[in-house]
Antibody, heavy 122, light 113 residues
Framework: EVQLVQSGAEVKKPGESLKISCKGS????????IGWVRQMPGKGLEWMGV????????RYSPSFQGQVTISADKSISTAYLQWSTLKASDTAMYYC???????????????WGQGTMVTVSS | DIVMTQSPDSLAVSLGERATINCKST????????????LAWYQQKPGQPPKLLIY???IRGSGVPDRFSGSGSGTDFTLTISSLQADDVAVYYC?????????FGQGTRLEIK
């Protein structure tokens, strides 16, 4: 079964750092783009960025460029999303997604992780 | 960025009736070179991640019931549920992947009348 399994919920204080993870299984991890999508409480979906684990080619949404860092460790089939300085406005559910394997970067998101809830509060 | 606008924002339909959700983009998402519309639909049930329903505007995702169908081309698209089931209560999102600055519609909440 193809799946993405994300790390658990986090509660952090403003100014702290955080790295959440997304482990792929059931497919060739290095052959599909992985993306991250934010969903703020009660709101819609926002694309944050994508990475190709095969060569670590990474693209960011202009809205999130400089605010987060996306990385991947292909040896353990895991992608990461990290913040160096969290803000209260980073409180949201974060989903990792797999882009459909065929057709490159311009593709729909066929597999979604279960989500990681990040709460930033003093 | 391409802006995706869905209508209506919310919809109440009786069980067994047809539900129709529309999505309009500010520019065409049809690539002339391959005649494909770079448009997907997702279903998000309460407390769950979104699920891919439709891609390339009209291709059903894996395991998606055939009561779900997608249509349209260029800038105007429709998701149709032919006979609404109780399990279809969810928020539905359209998504363009024509540009690598992916964008989503604001979502349409579907309820049972």
């Amino acid at each position: 079964e193809v799946q993405l399994v994300q790390s658990g919920a986090e509660v952090k204080k403003p100014g702290e750092s955080l790295k959440i993870s997304c482990k792929g299984s059931g497919y060739i991890f290095t052959s599909s783009w992985i993306g991250w999508v934010r969903q703020m409480p009660g709101k819609g979906l926002e694309w944050m960025g994508v990475i190709y684990p095969g060569d670590s080619d990474t693209r960011y949404s202009p809205s999130f460029q400089g605010q987060v860092t996306i990385s991947a460790d292909k040896s353990i089939s895991t992608a990461y999303l990290q913040w160096s300085t969290l803000k209260a406005s980073d409180t949201a559910m974060y989903y990792c997604v797999r882009l459909l394997p065929s057709g490159g970067i311009l593709n729909a998101f066929d597999i979604w992780g279960q989500g990681t809830m990040v709460t930033v509060s003093s | 960025d391409i802006v995706m606008t869905q209508s209506p924002d919310s919809l109440a339909v009786s069980l067994g009736e047809r539900a129709t959700i529309n999505c309009k983009s500010t520019q065409s998402v049809l690539y002339n070179s391959n005649n494909k519309n770079y448009l997907a639909w997702y279903q998000q049930k309460p407390g769950q991640p979104p699920k891919l329903l439709i891609y390339w505007a009209s291709i059903r995702g894996s395991g998606v019931p055939d009561r779900f169908s997608g249509s349209g081309s260029g800038t105007d698209f429709t998701l149709t549920i032919s006979s609404l089931q109780a399990d279809d209560v969810a928020v539905y999102y359209c998504h363009q992947y024509y540009s690598s600055h992916w964008t989503f519609g604001q979502g349409t909440r579907l309820e049972i009348k």
